[in-house]
C-alpha cells in the first residue's frame, strides 16, 4: 500500500508524525529519512530538526530503544514487538530479549465502562446474566481486561471485554504499519531480506484473530475436545450464550499455577508424575493432533485441588499441518543419523530457501552445528541454547520457516523448561520415542501411502477433467483480445519520481524565465533613443511599472523556492 493511498485525514497524518517523531527522539531520525516521510507529511522536515535525542537514550543499545519506541506507540505496536519476539528465525538475540520484555499491561479501565460495554455487545444488563460482578479486574491488557464473575445459577466464571474503540485504533495502526512495511522494503534495501512486508500481514492476521473473541472461544473448545483421551487434563468450558466478538465468558479454574508449586507444602504434589502428565500432554498437541498451545508457560498451567492439570488462555495457538508433522518425524529421524542432506530437502519442502541463501554454506553450516549437538546425552543438552543456534543458522543464510513451524520449537523448549523444572530427570528422549514412531509409522504405513495415492489419482483426474474447458476458455481470452498479460516493474518508481521532479523543475525553471523576459520588455517598452545609445525610460503610465514590477516580484518568489527546494533536496 502506498503513503499516497490512505485517506489524507487529520488523525493519519498526525499518527504518522508522531510515529516518525518518536522515531527520531530514539535515536532512529536516519530511519525516517531514508524512508522520504517527510515528503508526504507537510512540516516533518522542520519538525525533525527540533527533535531533541530522549534524555538516557544514548547509552542504549539500539534493540532497547527500538523497544522504547514500541511502548509509546502503545497497543498494535507493543504487540508487534511481541510477535518479532517469536521470530528468532528473522530477529537478532538482542533485539528478541528486548522485545520479550515488552508488556501489554494497562491501566484498567472503570467496571461501570465494562457493564455498560457488555450491555452493548450482549444486549443485557450485566446484573441479569452475573449474580456477581467483580469491580478490580484480574488481567488488564490493551485489548481487553478480565473480570472474575459468577453467574445467575451460581457458576463461577471469568468475562473478557474488549476496550471500547479497540477495532478502529488497531487497523488504523495496522493500515500505517503496512505503509511503513512498503517504504522499508523500498528505501531500505538492507532489510528487504526480513520481509517487512510479509511480517505485518502476518501480524495483521494475528490481530484480527485476536480481536475476535468467538475464534479463542473456538480454539478453547476444540482444544478441550482434542485432549478428551487424557483422564487428568482439564480446560476450560466455553459458555457460548455469553460469546461475542467482543465478550468471551469462560469457566473459571481455580489452582496453582505450576510456576508457585514451591509454595505448596513439601510432598503435596508428585512432581515426577506431573512432569509426565505436562510432556505428554505437549508431545500429544505437537505430534498427534497438530493443534498446540504456542504461549504455554507457567502462568497458563495450573495444578487443580483435584490434582488435574489446567491448561488456560488460548489467544495464542499453532497449527502444523500434516505434510509439517510428516516432515518433523523426518527430521527427528535424520537427526538420530546425522544426515543433513535430508534436513536441507526438508528446508526446501517448507519453501524456507530465498534468493541469499547459499546451498553449499548453509549445508557446511548445518553440519558444525549438528556435529556440536550430536553425542550429547539429552539430559545434558541445553534445549534453548541448540534452538537459538538453529535458527541462527537459518537466518545467516536467509532462510525464510513458516511461522507456525518457529513457533513449535519455542513451545517446545518452554515446555521441556517447565518440564525440567519439575523434575531434572524427566528424559524427553524416551518421551518422544512413542510419538515419533507414530509419525514415521503413519508415514510409510501402506494405508497411508494408499490414500496419498488415492488424493493424488482424483487431484489427477481433476486437471484432465478440466483441462479441455480450461485451453478453451484461454483461446476464447486470445480470441476477442481479453486475456492480458500483467507486467510489474520494481525498483523503477525512484527513477520515475526524480524523472518527474526534474522535468517540474525545469518547467519552473522556464516559467521563471518567461516572467522575468517579459516583465523586462514591459519596462522598457517605452525607451527613448539618443544618439546611438537605446536608453531605457521608466514607462510612460504606471500601469506598466506596475505590471513589470509585479512579474519580477513573482519571478523573485518562485526563483527563492525553487532554490530553497534543491538545496533541501540536496540535489543540484
Known amino acids: 500500500m502506498s503513503i499516497l493511498s490512505i485517506p489524507r485525514t487529520l488523525n493519519s497524518m498526525k499518527r504518522l508524525r508522531q510515529i516518525a517523531t518518536i522515531l527520531a527522539r530514539h535515536g532512529f531520525s536516519h530511519f525516517v529519512s531514508r524512508l522520504h516521510l517527510s515528503e508526504h507529511i507537510p512540516g516533518l522536515g522542520r519538525l525533525m530538526l527540533h527533535t531533541e535525542f530522549s534524555a538516557g537514550s544514548e547509552e542504549l543499545s539500539a534493540a532497547k530503544r527500538l523497544a522504547r519506541v514500541f511502548e509509546e506507540l502503545g497497543a498494535t505496536f507493543i504487540k508487534f514487538g511481541q510477535l518479532l519476539s517469536t521470530r528468532p528465525d528473522l530477529v537478532r538475540e538482542d533485539f528478541l530479549a528486548a522485545f520479550a520484555q515488552l508488556q501489554d499491561s494497562v491501566d484498567p479501565l472503570p467496571a461501570e465502562l465494562m457493564r455498560k460495554t457488555v450491555r452493548e455487545h450482549l444486549g443485557i444488563d450485566a446484573e441479569e446474566i452475573f449474580r456477581e460482578f467483580e469491580d478490580k479486574p484480574i488481567a488488564s491488557g490493551s485489548i481487553g481486561q478480565v473480570h472474575k464473575a459468577t453467574l445467575a445459577d451460581g457458576t463461577p466464571v471469568v468475562i473478557k471485554i474488549k476496550r471500547p474503540d479497540t477495532d478502529t485504533r488497531v487497523r488504523d495502526d495496522l493500515e500505517l504499519l503496512e505503509i511503513l512495511a512498503g517504504l522499508i522494503e523500498k528505501y531500505l534495501p538492507e532489510l528487504k531480506v526480513l520481509r517487512p512486508r510479509m511480517v505485518v500481514e502476518e501480524f495483521s492476521r494475528c490481530m484480527e484473530r485476536e480481536l475476535d473473541f468467538v475464534g479463542e472461544a473456538s480454539y478453547t473448545e476444540k482444544f478441550s475436545a482434542l485432549l478428551t483421551a487424557e483422564e487428568n487434563i482439564k480446560c476450560p468450558l466455553v459458555y457460548w450464550d455469553f460469546v461475542t466478538r467482543d465478550t468471551l465468558v469462560l469457566e473459571r479454574i481455580e489452582g496453582t499455577s505450576l510456576g508457585k508449586l514451591n509454595s505448596l507444602p513439601a510432598g503435596a504434589v508428585d512432581r515426577e508424575e506431573l512432569a509426565g502428565v505436562v510432556g505428554r500432554c505437549f508431545m500429544r498437541q505437537f505430534f498427534v493432533t497438530g493443534f498446540f498451545h504456542a504461549d504455554p508457560h507457567p502462568g497458563n498451567m495450573l495444578l487443580t485441588p483435584e490434582g488435574r492439570l489446567a491448561l488456560i488462555d488460548f489467544g495464542q495457538m499453532g497449527h502444523l499441518s500434516d505434510d509439517m508433522r510428516r516432515q518433523l518425524g523426518v527430521s527427528l529421524l535424520a537427526l538420530s543419523q546425522g544426515d543433513t542432506d535430508i534436513i536441507v530437502d526438508i528446508y526446501a519442502d517448507l519453501g524456507g530457501f530465498t534468493e541469499k541463501t547459499d546451498l553449499r554454506e548453509f549445508r557446511l553450516e548445518l553440519r558444525a552445528l549438528i556435529d556440536r549437538y550430536y553425542g550429547v546425552p539429552i539430559d545434558r543438552l541445553d534445549l534453548a541454547q541448540a534452538f537459538q543456534d538453529s535458527l541462527a ?110 522535468s517540474n523543475r525545469l518547467t519552473f525553471g522556464l516559467i521563471i524565465v518567461g516572467v522575468t523576459i517579459g516583465s523586462s520588455i514591459v519596462l522598457t517598452a517605452g525607451s527613448n533613443t539618443l544618439g546611438h545609445r537605446s536608453l531605457p525610460v521608466i514607462g510612460e503610465t504606471p500601469l506598466s511599472v506596475l505590471f513589470s514590477g509585479l512579474g519580477f516580484g513573482v519571478a523573485t518568489v518562485m526563483g527563492l523556492w525553487l532554490a530553497w527546494s534543491i538545496l533541501r533536496g540536496k540535489r543540484f
Open 393 to 502: 543458522v537459518a537466518r545467516n543464510n536467509g532462510l525464510l520457516l513458516p511461522r507456525d513451524f518457529v513457533l513449535l520449537g519455542k513451545s517446545f523448549v518452554t515446555v521441556m523448561g517447565v518440564v525440567r523444572a519439575l523434575d531434572n530427570s524427566f528424559r524427553i528422549d524416551e518421551a518422544l520415542k512413542p510419538f515419533s514412531r507414530k509419525i514415521l509409522g503413519d508415514l510409510f504405513s501402506p494405508g497411508s501411502s494408499a490414500r496419498k495415492f488415492g488424493f493424488f489419482l482424483y487431484r489427477l483426474i481433476s486437471l484432465i477433467r478440466r483441462a479441455p474447458e480450461d485451453m478453451r476458455d484461454i483461446l476464447e481470452r486470445i480470441k476477442t483480445g481479453r486475456l492480458r498479460i500483467i507486467y510489474r516493474h520494481e525498483g523503477l518508481e525512484d527513477l520515475t519520481t526524480q524523472i518527474e521532479r526534474a
